[in-house]
């Protein structure tokens, strides 16, 4: 057999001077080093034990704070978080949960997002001092994992109606039984202990973490002092999903990746508080009735237009009865109309009751995070009518001030005459500044200190003011 390379054979069988020269040159042969050696880089290690070592993967957990009232935008914020972790296959979602309570519609979006997660959910009440209340206390037995913070409390408000005090019998009992129903189905299905999940809706009862773990069945699964322990204590955990399945936990050295809402978001969750959109209104009513009450002033028209915006923002997400919404906004027009128009008091007076109506009829929800209260709706007609009495002052005053241009603004003007004025003939005097012609009914001398009491033409009618 030849001694050369099947690969360096040319033609002929032999390879050429030329071609010898140029397949071995140092230039090459380290060109083709370098080649191979970034090729393998790519490729990974050849070594089996450094392969079998890099095949355990870095677990990732993503960890999403709500720290708001359970309404649509945290909803939407929850379910952000649910879809991005299913999406970037991560190994678990961490909720952390402080919140009093909010609606029951956005809770069940929520717990039906959680149900179907194909990552598994953990629900971390805290830090400590942290609650999870009414609402809360259903997403906590929904998850997966229910934990709690040392100092933490969870539980839920008996329902109330919409003007804050106690519904009849007959209703409270319908309501209460529908929310106890669900916290029964989440509780069992999960595992969790039925009676106290039952008891928290009907008896408006609360559970420290202390009381929740000790309880046979527990209503939660552990107590974390924080993000880290937690993570440390769930690893290896074995956690049952929804439809029975068992999944063990890799938590152990997991990068931890963080979810925050969006300005959007952001905006929403703050304004989206009934006694913040109410302020909103009202002031956004206000400046806009300021402006048209004095043209020109521009910072009230547009810090009202702005707070008019943000309000029908806020509106749009809470549960809104659009009867006390149009009572609310009939009552700032009425108010606005007294401003300008002389009622002695009737359109205030009928602001005032079509407010207090509205604002008491304005929320739709049980919850008792969402309601005004007597307190907040007193303490708003108060401002408002302490605003628009002193408007409304001012504008009276206005009225009944005497003009100071023009000829009427000439009568009861005092002067000084400075040539002097016969009986029914023409004389000097100076008044408001200027020299006019005037007459009078009686002699007048220089220096006679007079009044105009009337104007012809372009000549004063004076009679003398001893004043």
Known sequence: MSAWPRFMIARGGR?????????????RRALFLMTNG??????????????????????VVHVAEVDALIHPASAEFITQALERAAASDA???????????????????????IIESPVPVVVYVGPSGARAASAGFLITIAADVAVMAPGTHIGAAHPVAGTGQPMDDTMAEKVASDVAAYAR??????????????????DSESFTEAEALAAMPPLIDLVADDLDSL????????????????????TAGARVERMEMNWRQRVLSTIAHPQIAVLLLSLGTLGLTIELWSPGAILPGVAGGLCLLLAFFAFQILPINYVGLLLILFGLVLLALEMITTSFGALAAGGVVSMVLGLVMLVDS???????????????IA????????????????QLRPSVTGMTGMLKQRGEVTDAIAPGGPGRVATHGELWTAVADEPLLPGSRVRVVGIDGMTLMVESDPK
Request: charged share 25%; proline share 6%; with cysteine.
């Open 231 to 250: 993570l440390e204590s769930l690893d290896g955990y074995l956690v049952t999903r929804w439809d029975g399945r068992t999944q063990e936990l890799r």
């Open 38 to 59: 970034l090729v393998l880089c790519w490729l990974g290690p050849t070594d089996p034990v450094q392969l079998a070592a890099d095949g355990e993967t870095t677990p």
């Open 91 to 113: 190994d678990l979602i961490v909720l952390v949960l402080r919140t009093p309570g909010g609606l029951v519609d956005s809770t069940r979006d929520i717990n039906t997002r």
């Open 366 to 380: 049980p919850a008792p995070e969402f309601q005004l209260g007597w307190t907040f709706i007193l303490s708003v």
């Open 15 to 27: 390879p050429t001077k030329n071609t010898r020269r140029r397949r071995w040159t140092p230039s």
């Open 185 to 202: 189905s989440l509780a069992g299905q999960r595992g969790r202990n039925v009676e106290l999940a039952e008891k928290a809706v009907v």
């Open 383 to 398: 401002g408002l009518g302490t605003v628009v009495t002193l408007l409304t002052r001012l504008a009276v005053r206005a």
